[in-house]
């Protein structure tokens, strides 16, 4: 497998935001995987993975190995249950998944990125997240090599959460995972727009890929193409409030958007409350939140990490003002400006061991 070094990340993140990678590895097998980790000449180098790039912000050079996961293929296990390698791309999962007969993923249609990163967000649309279906994944240490099988109940699933992100950023890369599906049709239509659209079909397409099928409809409509205009989706999670502020806003906003959770609190739709503080289609250089949807920050050319931070904590600063509610970037944070290549004129043969040029061949 080659490593490459100084390589450049800029169109392996939907932001399209520029950087580079010290190191870079792309792993098409576990197995490949665990020896580059076992490997003596990167002991001690720091690792970092790479998915889809769909859901990051490059804040910088990043120092050290990044590796992104390309294992492939699928297949089918006893018990309904599918095995997904970490490099397949989510939408062809969900697509694959429909053509052969299984339901529960159509949901989370035309979700960007790859299936190892999506439990990392414990990714979720239209009232599904990943963690109703995911029965349980492989997981390797960036650390030692050494391979690790979770259940769901033990990846610590929380909204747009997981052990992954919160508990342990930065310690495993997920190399494939087993979801859990259904032949029978238990579709979940809980969504306004969404039922009415699946009503509108005939009754030869009210099935799961009917319900596909509409669910990319109403996303293509509502959120922008990456690959026309750069973006990582939504930018902030939806806060939720304790239920005496949501009264107080509720007061103050008659029209804000809420929705009761179990526990009483109140989850609000973020995009609202970022376009009732004046920044939906607003633009401000090359960054700007969509026309159509306020919770999407995108990149009209020529942006940088730092100032789509800068843009954000804008937004945030706004939206904090007018409503004393805190949104969370949803989007992961990589990089530091210059750290890089600060690593690699200290050191241009690479780690200890390691031949210098810009191919690193390991037998």
Not at 78 to 100: K, N, T, Y
């Given at each position: 497998m080659?490593?490459?070094?100084?390589?450049?990340?800029?169109?392996?993140?939907?932001?399209?935001?520029?950087?580079?990678?010290q190191w870079?590895?792309?792993?098409?097998?576990?197995?490949?995987?665990?020896?580059l980790l076992?490997?003596?000449?990167?002991?001690?180098?720091?690792?970092?993975?790479?998915?889809?790039?769909?859901?990051?912000?490059?804040?910088?050079?990043?120092?050290?190995?990044v590796?992104?996961?390309?294992?492939?293929?699928?297949?089918?296990?006893?018990?309904?249950?599918?095995?997904?390698?970490?490099?397949?791309?989510?939408?062809?999962?969900?697509?694959?998944?429909?053509?052969?007969?299984?339901?529960?993923l159509e949901?989370?249609?035309?979700?960007?990125?790859?299936?190892?990163?999506?439990?990392?967000?414990?990714?979720?649309?239209?009232?599904?997240?990943?963690?109703?279906?995911?029965?349980?994944?492989?997981a390797?240490s960036?650390?030692?090599?050494?391979?690790?099988?979770?259940?769901a109940?033990?990846?610590?699933?929380?909204y747009?959460?997981?052990?992954?992100k919160?508990?342990e950023?930065?310690?495993w890369?997920?190399?494939?995972?087993?979801l859990?599906?259904?032949?029978?049709?238990?579709?979940?239509l809980?969504?306004?727009?969404?039922?009415?659209?699946?009503?509108?079909?005939?009754e030869?397409?009210r099935?799961?890929a009917?319900?596909?099928?509409?669910?990319?409809?109403?996303?293509?409509?509502?959120l922008?193409d990456?690959?026309?205009?750069?973006?990582?989706?939504?930018f902030?999670?939806n806060?939720?409030?304790?239920a005496?502020?949501?009264?107080a806003?509720?007061?103050?906003?008659?029209a804000?958007?809420?929705?009761?959770?179990?526990?009483?609190?109140?989850?609000?739709?973020?995009?609202w409350?970022?376009e009732?503080?004046g920044?939906?289609?607003?633009?401000?250089?090359?960054l700007?939140?969509?026309?159509?949807?306020?919770?999407?920050?995108?990149?009209?050319g020529?942006?940088?990490?730092?100032?789509?931070?800068?843009f954000?904590?804008?937004?945030?600063?706004?939206?904090q003002?007018?409503?004393?509610?805190?949104?969370?970037?949803e989007p992961v944070t990589?990089?530091?400006?210059?750290?890089?290549?600060q690593?690699?004129r200290?050191?241009?043969?690479?780690?200890p061991?390691?031949?210098?040029?810009?191919?690193?061949?390991?037998?």
């Amino acid at each position: 497998m080659d490593v490459r070094a100084d390589y450049p990340l800029d169109n392996l993140n939907t932001l399209r935001l520029p950087a580079r990678a010290q190191w870079y590895a792309e792993p098409a097998s576990t197995e490949a995987l665990v020896a580059l980790l076992r490997e003596p000449r990167w002991r001690g180098v720091p690792r970092t993975v790479l998915g889809g790039g769909s859901n990051l912000v490059l804040a910088g050079d990043i120092s050290g190995l990044v590796i992104r996961p390309m294992m492939r293929g699928l297949r089918e296990l006893p018990g309904g249950l599918l095995e997904v390698q970490a490099g397949e791309e989510w939408d062809s999962v969900v697509a694959r998944s429909i053509e052969a007969g299984w339901q529960g993923l159509e949901n989370l249609s035309l979700i960007p990125g790859s299936a190892g990163a999506a439990p990392v967000q414990n990714i979720g649309a239209y009232g599904v997240e990943l963690c109703h279906h995911l029965a349980g994944l492989e997981a390797v240490s960036l650390q030692n090599g050494q391979i690790h099988h979770f259940t769901a109940e033990q990846c610590d699933f929380g909204y747009r959460e997981s052990r992954f992100k919160s508990a342990e950023p930065g310690q495993w890369l997920i190399t494939r995972l087993q979801l859990r599906l259904n032949r029978a049709p238990v579709l979940q239509l809980g969504y306004a727009d969404l039922s009415e659209r699946f009503a509108a079909l005939p009754e030869s397409g009210r099935n799961a890929a009917g319900l596909r099928q509409v669910i990319c409809q109403l996303r293509r409509e509502k959120l922008p193409d990456p690959a026309a205009l750069p973006n990582a989706g939504s930018f902030f999670k939806n806060p939720v409030v304790e239920a005496a502020h949501w009264a107080a806003l509720r007061e103050r906003f008659p029209a804000i958007v809420g929705y009761p959770q179990a526990d009483g609190r109140v989850k609000l739709a973020a995009g609202w409350l970022i376009e009732q503080a004046g920044w939906k289609g607003r633009r401000h250089g090359p960054l700007g939140m969509h026309e159509r949807q306020a919770l999407v920050l995108v990149n009209h050319g020529g942006a940088s990490g730092a100032t789509v931070l800068a843009f954000a904590e804008a937004v945030r600063e706004s939206v904090q003002t007018m409503f004393q509610v805190q949104l969370e970037q949803e989007p992961v944070t990589l990089g530091s400006p210059g750290q890089a290549l600060q690593a690699r004129r200290s050191s241009p043969a690479g780690p200890p061991g390691a031949p210098g040029g810009d191919i690193i061949t390991n037998a």
